[in-house]
């Protein structure tokens, strides 16, 4: 069958109501909130765009296997599924369970990183970032500069600029880079995806000098379909098969469930390494919970397995791209300005573009994050310069990007859900020119974003 958006490969048997809000409700909600979308109540939000994280809908045979929970404290049978899921389709030896994806991250880099040694990867996250360098890593950032442009239309930009790996080898020394952590795909990009080509590379540039490959899997899944989609020599291979060859280039990963997982909270370490896992699993029951559960119920192991062969439909995670495409080609068909092309997860809103009007200092992602809500009670998360922080000199950073992010959970909403994001989206870029800016009332010293409370200036 030829369709341009695929419909839902599923049908809907359970519903959970929404909040069909009034304006003048929400604007109460927004003020009670210091517009900030963080501090909104999720029963005033009609539909949530804020993040894919564990925002997802599981299916008939997800539940199922949540009545199916072996709680035991040592050797859960639902532990040899996870194993066997992760074996089977991801292709490692060992997996250690942890809670999410960040308890995974302090695993590997307390295990791996030495004070003083680097680690090079495709730009960064904030949580992965974050336990780098609580282990005395400094962060370097190799991927390729298209990336850094948000008009740049590069059908891989994720991939890892070569040329920036090899200098900081000769810059350092290979005995000062544990491991290179490549992310498929790149969340703070605009959920870019990698090239088998350039994994490929990547691995084998990292095998001359004894450099581990820890891969970031969390949206391993998109980053397969994507491949499939656009690179020559994988239109007639299975999501399967090439999700096991992308991590076949790689020595282990970590892995929030709670976006390819398609599940609520979860996540595991993986590797192939004895010694490694040998550590990992010394330093899980002091972080997390025994090795066979780490940070999970046995209910929710069960469901993560199942998530995952779930997660292998071609036509699960095609409709899952073609959802944020159609978001994407509303918008820029109305001259939106948005991030290109339109990646894994999400769509990024150009708010420096929409509201050239607003100085940077006076945050115009911020004030469209809170116009959208005002207008229709979609939420959506800043991503520029409030989450970019200060420096030490107590100055803002003033990032490049100056985004919103519409992040699409998995199986949750509808095409039409997505036609009143993308009509609101409409209606405020025709009234853009009478908006003005926001001034902080409230600033806390760190993580600014979560918090932090706004007004309006007049
Ligand atoms: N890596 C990537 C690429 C992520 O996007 C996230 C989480 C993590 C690691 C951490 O995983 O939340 O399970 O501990 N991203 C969420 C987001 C929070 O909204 O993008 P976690």
Sequence with gaps: M???????????KMVEPIAVTTREQREEALKKAGYNTFLLDSEDVYIDLLTDSGTNAMSDNQWAGLMLGDEAYAGSKNFKHLQEAVRELYGFKHVVPTHQGRGAENLLSQIMIKPGDYVPGNMYFTTTRAHQELNGATFRDIIIDEAHDPQNEHPFKGNIDLRKLQDLIDEVGAEK????????????????????????DVYALA???????????????ENACFIKQREPGYAHKTIKEIVREMFSYSDGCTMSGKKDGIVNIG?????NDDDLYQKATSLVVVYEGMPSYGGMTGRDMEALARGM?????????????DQVKYLGDRLMAAGIPIVKPVGGHAIFLDAKAFYPQIPQDEFPAQ???????LQSGVRSMERGIISAGRDKDGNHHYPKLELVRLTIPRRVYTYSHLDVVADSVIDLYKEREKVKGLRF?????????????FEPIK
């Design 367 to 373: 004030m469209l994050a809170a116009q959208l809500y």
């Design 267 to 271: 996540g595991f370490l993986a590797l």
């Design 309 to 321: 062969y779930e997660s292998m439909d071609y036509h699960f995670i095609s409709h899952r791209l």
């Design 441 to 453: 009332v409230y600033e806390p010293p760190v993580l600014r974003f979560f918090t932090a409370r």
């Design 207 to 221: 095998q001359k000098h004894n450099i581990k490959v820890m891969m970031d899997a969390t949206r391993c899944v």
């Design 177 to 200: 880079i544990p491991y290179i952590c490549l992310a498929v795909t790149v969340n703070l990009a605009g959920g870019q995806p990698v090239a088998m080509s350039n994994i490929k």
């Design 2 to 12: 030829d369709y341009k958006y695929m419909a839902e490969p599923y049908k809907i």
